[in-house]
Antibody, heavy 117, light 106 residues
Framework: QVQLVQSGAEVKKPGASVKVSCKAS????????IHWVRQAPGQGLEWMGI????????GYAQKFQGRVTMTRDTSTSTVYMELSSLKSEDTAVYYC??????????WGQGTMVTVSS | SYELTQPPSVSVSPGQTASITCSGD??????ASWYQQRPGQSPVLVIHQYNKRPSGIPERFSGANSGNTATLTISGTQAMDEADYYC?????????FGGGTKLTVL
C-alpha cells in the first residue's frame, strides 16, 4: 500500500542541524510532490516547503528560507528535510506528506525533533 | 501573507450536526481541504476539492466553500469524531493552514 515512513526521533543541541528522512513506497516516487509540515507541542500545523521528486525542484516557506534544505534520492525513493541553526522553538513533530489534487492525501507517521541544551 | 481563521473550539452532542468554519480572503475561489487529527496521530485528509471525500472517509463528512468561508459539516456526529480539525488552502505556491478547531462531542 502507499505509505511514507519517516526516520526516528532526534535530540539536538541549539545551533546544530537535523536531517529527517521520508521513504516512499507503494507508488511511483517521481509522480507526486512531497511537502513538509511541522507541529510544535500543543500547536497547529505549519507548512515548511515542497519538493518535486522528479527534478528535485523545491519551494520553501519564507519563514524557513536560508535554514531549510529539501532533497531527494530517487534510487531509494526517499526525500530529506534538513533544518539548520536549530533553536528551542524548532522542537516539534515533523511530517512529510504526499500531494494529490492540491491536498495532502498521505502523511508520514511524524518525526519528533527535540532541541535542548 | 494569506491567513485562514478557524474558531478554536466547537462542541456538539452525539448524533447532532457539527459545523466548523474557515475564513479567508476570497477563499471560495480556492480549493479548501480539511484534515482530522486525533491526539498523538498524524493528520488525516477528510475533504478535498471543495467536497470530495477520500476513500474510507464516512459520508457524514461534507464540505462547502463560497465567498470567504469554507465549512466542514459532520452529520450525525459520533464520539470517534472528537479531534482537532484543520482547514488548508493554497496561496500562490504556498500551503496555508488554519489555526485548528478542537471538536468536542459532549
Amino acid at each position: 500500500q502507499v505509505q511514507l515512513v519517516q526516520s526516528g526521533a532526534e535530540v539536538k543541541k541549539p545551533g546544530a542541524s537535523v536531517k529527517v528522512s521520508c521513504k516512499a513506497s507503494g507508488y511511483t516516487f517521481t509522480r507526486y510532490h512531497i511537502h513538509w509540515v511541522r507541529q510544535a507541542p500543543g500547536q497547529g500545523l505549519e507548512w515548511m516547503g515542497i519538493i518535486n521528486p522528479s527534478d528535485g525542484g523545491t519551494g520553501y516557506a519564507q519563514k524557513f528560507q536560508g535554514r531549510v534544505t529539501m532533497t531527494r534520492d530517487t534510487s531509494t525513493s526517499t526525500v530529506y528535510m534538513e533544518l539548520s541553526s536549530l533553536k528551542s522553538e524548532d522542537t516539534a513533530v515533523y511530517y512529510c506528506a504526499r500531494v494529490e489534487f492540491q491536498a495532502l492525501h498521505i502523511w508520514g507517521q511524524g518525526t519528533m525533533v527535540t532541541v535542548s541544551s | 501573507s494569506y491567513e485562514l481563521t478557524q474558531p478554536p473550539s466547537v462542541s456538539v452532542s452525539p448524533g447532532q450536526t457539527a459545523s466548523i468554519t474557515c475564513s479567508g480572503d476570497k477563499l471560495g475561489n480556492k480549493y479548501a481541504s480539511w484534515y482530522q487529527q486525533r491526539p498523538g496521530q498524524s493528520p488525516v485528509l477528510v475533504i478535498h476539492q471543495y467536497n470530495k471525500r477520500p476513500s474510507g472517509i464516512p459520508e457524514r463528512f461534507s464540505g462547502a466553500n463560497s465567498g470567504n468561508t469554507a465549512t466542514l459539516t459532520i452529520s450525525g456526529t459520533q464520539a470517534m469524531d472528537e479531534a482537532d480539525y484543520y482547514c488548508q488552502a493554497w496561496d500562490s505556491s504556498d500551503v496555508v493552514f488554519g489555526g485548528g478547531t478542537k471538536l468536542t462531542v459532549l
